[in-house]
T-cell receptor, first 115, second 112 residues
């Protein structure tokens, strides 16, 4: 069964360092989502791609976060510099397209701890 | 006011009983509704999707949708200890590239 791949699974870093997360969506899925989930809360959308284009980054803290999906396949989310408040689970999800009945499938997530 | 609201929980349910989870949403252009289950430390996994008013059953799970009341619910029949998890309600807003909006989740604890 096709799955969304993410790496690393766990990351510990110090405040002010740079971190990067990688996501490979299910083959053929044009829509890719990056979420941040803080313990006890639901996932919060950071950025959404349709193919290689960003279609929603309204909640992305652009002073420190960046995301790219250069060839419309895999994607990288970067934080520089990391802050203590960035400690959270970072989830990547993909869907076939933006159609209303297309659901999204999540990868295993990256748990980030900033010290 | 949050766009998707769920019961705060935790919801304690005896084994074998019915767990009832509720979700309300504020965006009237919402077209599709999803329930995800999330075990502690894991990522969400899809349980049910529902698009039309009424009930949809899948095994022990039943989703109910009432668009006029902007309400969607999930029933878990014959609850098992393995059902202990957080249940996330998600709404897909189709006028914005298919953005998903999530509730905060309801934690369900099934007690033997």
């Amino acid at each position: 069964e096709a799955e969304v791949a993410q790496s690393p699974r766990y990351k510990i870093t110090e405040k002010s360092q740079a971190v990067a997360f990688w996501c490979d969506p299910i083959s053929g899925h044009a829509t890719l989502y990056w979420y941040r989930q803080i313990l006890g809360q639901g996932p919060e959308l950071l950025v959404q791609f349709q193919d290689e284009s960003v279609v929603d980054d309204s909640q992305l803290p652009k002073d420190r976060f960046s995301a790219e999906r250069l060839k419309g396949v895999d994607s990288t989310l970067k934080i520089q510099p990391a802050e203590l408040g960035d400690s959270a689970m970072y989830l990547c999800a993909s869907s076939f397209g933006p159609d209303s009945k297309e659901t999204q499938y999540f990868g295993p997530g990256t748990r980030l701890l900033v010290l | 006011q949050k766009e998707v609201e769920q019961n705060s929980g935790p919801l304690s349910v005896p084994e074998g009983a019915i767990a009832s989870l509720n979700c309300t949403y504020s965006d009237r252009v919402s077209q599709s509704f999803f329930w995800y289950r999330q075990y502690s430390g894991k990522s969400p996994e899809l349980i049910m999707s529902i698009y039309s008013n009424g009930d949809k059953e899948d095994g022990r799970f039943t989703a109910q949708l009432n668009k006029a009341s902007q309400y969607v619910s999930l029933l878990i029949r014959d609850s098992q200890p393995s059902d202990s998890a957080t249940y996330l309600c998600a709404v897909k807003v189709t006028d914005s590239w298919g953005k998903f909006q999530f509730g905060a989740g309801t934690q369900v604890v099934v007690t033997p």
